[in-house]
Nanobody
Framework: QVQLVESGGGLVQPGGSLRLSCAAS????????MGWYRQAPGKQRELVAA???????TYGDSVKGRFTISRDNAKNTVDLQMNGLKPEDTAVYYC???????????????WGQGTQVTVSS
């Protein structure tokens, strides 16, 4: 199986910064897209940022210019640098990865357990 473990969440004041990290482990043949999603209370889960194995980037409109996603293909990790945080960024942030566990298996979406980010003064 594949596990995604997130770290780096917490409480930060408006305008502050946080860095989230996610490490994938287990039976991994290849990882395609990796990304971060978030879900605030009473709202649907939404894309924050995603990065392909080749490095193509996608950002949600609300975080463009403030958040930066990066990955290390050798270490199977993906990070999210969050600057200029706003109260509306408060949510549980989930790591996501599309993983192929063997050459002949289809790729499957995996999720981390989530990490809380709270932006408040």
């Amino acid at each position: 199986q594949v596990q995604l473990v997130e770290s780096g969440g917490g409480l930060v004041q408006p305008g502050g910064s946080l860095r989230l990290s996610c490490a994938a482990s287990g039976k991994i043949f290849s990882i395609y897209d990796m990304g971060w999603y978030r879900q605030a209370p009473g709202k649907q889960r939404e894309l924050v940022a995603a990065i392909t194995v080749g490095g193509s980037l996608t950002y949600g409109d609300s975080v463009k210019g403030r958040f930066t996603i990066s990955r290390d293909n050798a270490k199977n990790t993906v990070d999210l640098q969050m600057n200029g945080l706003k109260p509306e960024d408060t949510a549980v942030y989930y790591c996501n990865a599309r993983v192929q566990v063997s050459l002949l298996s289809p790729d499957v979406n995996y999720w981390g357990q989530g990490t809380q980010v709270t932006v408040s003064s």
